[in-house]
């Protein structure tokens, strides 16, 4: 909101054609303190503004009870309290809601606007601090105190508001939207607290800033700070006044060198000395000898460079021609790299980079391998890196070049739409231009750079084409090596770049690109890997960036893992960099204060350094419960535990889910109900039971959706406890999808989910007997410590996961209940 008029006689003026008075403003007095210095008044809410005292502004009012509060006040003829909220995004402001200093102000006639809402002008008198609120409904009242400021005018005060007058006198005239007569009302201001609020009035300053104004009660302070605002403000208007001034200059000097171009060329055709153009035609006939260029390319270059010479200089077709020519002689047509085909070279490098990764490695070491034994026969391999973000899938390519002393190039593919952007223009059409995989190869200088294909599984489909079939060319080796690109139209050989694509999920790749490629799975860094990590590169690094010497602070394992657990959800290490960044950059603040900071970072200190924790794993049963029980499961951020829970009560046989389950995970469950209904007989439970009871089934943390049919071992477990009363182990994870005859087969994600179990100090795990061979996979550690049953039925999984105690008593208990309640329904009847 802009004030420009700043006596209160042009202010009346300005206001009259909208029926406000500013006399009415000045009838109203101030209130006088009681005995204890305090005054109270109805309060008046000011989202997104702030009125400073002396300064007269008009406000829209929205809110219903500020409008009573208005109403109440002027029938008492006595001012209201005008409080700030800082937060924005609060439609109706509590007590707690304000800013700690307000302005005692005098409120005007209202005016009925349009949309039911009403404006009024307001005038600030003092500010006042926050003591308390004495009413809620149906407005508010607060007590407060009057401010009042130190008026007195010594050498340095006045010294500060010569130095502000000048340097608002400048802003003045830079800044067009600033009228003159503003810098004369300041000039006839004495009183150093009410400068800097017109000043501040005047000025386009954010919330938090006018806020900050309106918390300084001293003077002197509130018109340094100012001052320093006009300064930081006076810099950016010279800056635009020079940047205009370098425009204009720009423009002159270009219409100079059109006119003198002409000149030249009429003098050039008078000296008989030709066109200009016939020099560019004879440097490009002497690239296009020396550029090492395919015979076609070669061809097609002279044909070209033979029409420019006949067209005339002025012809738009000239410089078609010509960014044509360029082209074919910028892109590499032979140009290489040798090969650094050394086994060892190669996996020092990618494990000085990269910890983990194991498959990628392989595959990478092989191909070289494969390589320097057969130089000249070997094919490039198309491969796709697949896994969560943040799990160094780009930056081991950059690794991969490295490696082999190849030029890393890279484009991104997310949200690629337009299959020109693949293959290119036609020529055409004015402004055409090659696709992005020629774009690339020129800038890579080569024929054969890494190149890297980002997000390949976030490419779109639109009218314009499909971007994904045009790059089953260039991902084929049977066809790559004649890549054809609409510009160009010359037969461009891909076969000795290697392609590496990038995805998050393979689930969205068409079928037809994702043949063409071998997939290497990127699977999320469990908690040990991600502590290594930390210690070798993420660390070391943000050190560094963060001007601290190496070594000098050292992170415990038990800091790292509170970070990771705590502050952290992720399959990747990029929040978890972030973080050590936050710790390392107070650390350094510290250090530049001159201050005692921590060369050892604790666990306990996380917290002080982070503030509070961001996230929270859940905790295993601390006792064995009856219907409850725990199922291990895969997430991106490496796995957690999973309590599910069931209980019955009296109904007519329904089956209510709930904690946001997906569609497959309904079906896991009505698989278990199946299968424990067709069991009954075996497990002790009356069958009349199932048509009286209800049956909810939930699953924690609500606000998450889960799905996938791992949990079905769990459910089943969970259900039959409930009907049989058998307590279930506490300290037993299990995972696994069950079918409706009681087979455990096999899921997905058990690396994750077997750690996720040892972190939570569980003791047993159950898992299919078919997922026997992922267990190569989880550290030796987990499997030390966990005790890992392979089960093929569901009687395998109950009979270590479920007590034995009171089960006959409880299932008695169950069929009498059962069948006095058919009894009671009967008679009714």
């Not at 309590?643 to 709930?658: I, Q, S």
């Not at 040892?758 to 003791?763: F, S, V």
Request: one cysteine or more.
């Amino acid at each position: 909101m802009q004030y420009e008029n700043w006596d209160p006689d042009d202010t009346n003026e300005y206001l009259d054609s909208m029926n406000w008075r500013t006399e009415e403003l000045y009838a109203v007095d101030d209130l006088l303190p009681d005995n204890e210095g305090y005054i109270e008044a109805p309060v008046m809410p000011l989202r997104g503004v702030v009125v400073y005292p002396q300064m007269v502004s008009p406000l829209f009012i929205g809110l219903e009870k500020t409008i009573w509060a208005i109403e109440d006040a002027r029938e008492q003829n006595q001012t209201l309290i005008a409080l700030a909220q800082p937060d924005l995004s609060i439609e109706h402001p509590g007590p707690g809601d304000f800013f700690p200093i307000g302005v005692e102000v005098a409120v005007g006639h209202l005016v009925n606007m349009p949309e039911g809402a009403s404006s009024a002008l307001v005038q600030g008198r003092r500010r006042v601090e926050l003591i308390e609120f004495t009413q809620v409904k149906p407005y508010l009242r607060a007590r407060v105190r009057p401010i009042f400021e130190n008026r007195h005018i010594d050498r340095r005060t006045e010294a500060t508001m010569r130095s502000v007058l000048d340097l608002f006198k400048r802003c003045v005239q830079y800044n067009r939207s600033l009228p003159e007569e503003a810098y004369l009302f300041a000039l006839n201001i004495d009183d150093p607290g009410w400068l800097a609020d017109m000043i501040a009035t005047a000025l386009l300053l954010n919330l938090d800033v006018r806020l900050k104004l309106l918390g300084m009660v001293d003077p002197l302070q509130r018109l340094g700070y100012v001052g320093e605002l006009l300064a930081k403000e006076l810099d950016v208007l010279e800056l635009e006044d020079e940047i205009q001034s370098r425009t204009r200059g720009e423009v002159d000097r270009t219409q100079r060198e059109f006119y003198l171009r002409e000149q030249m060329k009429v003098i050039q055709t008078e000296l008989g000395e030709g066109d200009p153009s016939m020099t560019d035609v004879a440097e490009l006939k002497e690239r296009i000898e020396k550029k090492m260029l395919s015979d076609p390319a070669k061809e097609s270059a002279l044909k070209e460079l033979k029409r420019l010479d006949h067209i005339p200089s002025v012809s738009p077709e000239m410089g078609m021609i010509h960014g044509y020519l360029d082209w074919i002689l910028d892109l590499p047509w032979q140009e290489t790299t040798e090969d650094n085909l050394d086994v060892k070279h190669a996996a020092r490098v990618l494990d000085e980079n990269h910890y983990g990764l194991p498959k990628a490695k392989d595959r990478i070491l092989e191909y070289i391998a494969v390589k320097s034994l057969k130089p000249k026969k070997s094919r490039q391999p198309i491969l796709c890196f697949v896994g969560p973000p943040g799990t160094g899938k780009t930056s081991l390519g950059r690794s991969i070049a490295a490696a082999l002393g190849r030029e890393f190039v890279r484009i991104s593919l997310g949200g690629v739409r337009d299959e020109a952007e693949i293959r290119g223009h036609r020529r055409t059409y004015i402004g055409a231009l090659p696709g992005r995989i020629l774009q690339t190869m020129r800038r890579a200088k080569v024929i054969n750079p890494l190149f890297m294909l980002d997000e390949v599984d976030k490419l779109g489909l639109s009218y314009r084409g499909d971007p994904a079939a045009a790059l089953l060319e260039v991902l084929d080796p049977e066809q790559n090596h004649a890549f054809s690109d609409h510009y160009l139209e010359l037969d461009y050989d891909l076969s000795k770049v290697m392609f590496i694509t990038t995805a998050n999920s393979e689930d969205t790749i068409p079928d037809a690109l994702l043949d063409r490629m071998e997939v290497i799975e990127f699977p999320g860094y469990i908690e040990e890997e991600k502590i290594e990590i930390a210690r070798r590169f993420l660390i070391p690094r943000q050190s560094e960036e963060s001007s601290l010497e190496e070594g000098e602070i050292e992170f415990a394992e038990a800091a790292l893992r509170r970070i990771i657990r705590d502050y952290t959800y992720e399959a990747g290490v990029r929040n978890l960099e972030r973080e050590i960044g936050r710790v390392c950059r107070k650390i350094a603040r510290i250090k530049a204060m001159g201050d005692e900071y921590p060369r050892q970072i604790e666990a306990e200190q996380i917290e002080s350094f982070l503030g509070p924790p961001q996230f929270f794993y859940h905790q295993s049963e601390r006792e064995d419960e009856v219907g409850v029980a725990t199922a291990v499961a895969w997430t991106a951020g490496g796995g957690e535990i999973m309590p599910v829970e069931v209980v019955l009560v009296d109904g007519k046989g329904g089956l209510k889910l709930t904690g946001q389950l997906g569609e497959v995970m309904q079906e896991s469950a009505q698989a278990a109900l199946s299968y424990m209904q067709a069991r009954s007989k075996e497990l002790d439970i009356a069958p009349e039971i199932f048509q009286d009871t209800d049956i909810h089934l939930h699953i924690p943390a609500g606000a998450i959706p889960k799905d996938g049919p791992s949990a079905g071992v769990t459910i089943a477990a969970s259900l039959i406890s409930a009907f049989t009363g058998r307590k279930v182990r506490c300290d037993v994870g299990m995972t696994g999808e069950i079918t409706l005859r009681g087979r455990v087969l096999p899921v997905g994600g058990l690396r994750e989910k077997i750690l996720a179990a040892h972190r939570a100090e569980l003791k047993t795990v159950i898992i299919p007997e078919e997922n026997k061979k992922d267990l190569v996979d989880v550290p030796q550690k987990a499997r030390d410590d966990l005790d890992i049953r392979l089960v093929n039925h569901m009687d395998e999984v109950l009979e270590i996961a479920l007590r034995p105690a009171a089960a006959k008593k409880r299932s008695t208990k169950s069929a009498k209940d059962a069948k006095g309640r058919k009894e009671e329904k009967e008679g009714e009847k």
